[in-house]
């Protein structure tokens, strides 16, 4: 059975910076893309950040941009979002996604930025 583990959340103060991190926990096969997820309270989740497998191509939502940087990390099967000037909005649970025949989630992990 494989699972995504994430790790690197937590309370951080505006303006602040956080690097959350998804290792995959087996054997992942036919993927195309890995990304980030969040979910903030009452609100639907939405799609933060993605990296296309076959060239490095990344797409980030309109909110975080120049903000926070996704990439693909050693082993492989790892992603990382690298988190910089961080607002009360970004607060969430955030998910680690990989995205192919199968869609594999995370756990999600709790990111508040408060003062």
């Known amino acids: 059975q494989v699972q995504l583990v994430e790790s690197g959340g937590g309370l951080v103060q505006p303006g602040g910076s956080l690097t959350l991190s998804c290792t995959a926990s087996?054997?992942?096969?036919?993927?195309?893309?890995m990304a980030w997820y969040r979910q903030a309270p009452g609100k639907q989740r939405e799609l933060v950040a993605r990296?296309?497998?076959?060239?490095?191509?990344?797409n980030y939502a309109d909110s975080v941009k120049g903000r926070f940087t996704i990439s693909r990390a050693n082993p492989k099967d790892t992603v990382s979002l690298q988190m910089n000037m961080l607002e009360t909005e970004d607060t969430g649970v955030y998910y680690c996604?990989?995205?192919?025949?199968?869609?594999?989630w995370g756990q999600g992990t709790q990111v508040t930025v408060s003062s």
């Open positions: 087996g054997s992942i096969f036919s993927i195309y893309a």
């Open positions: 996604n990989f995205a192919g025949v199968v869609d594999y």
């Open positions: 990296i296309f497998i076959s060239d490095g191509r990344t």
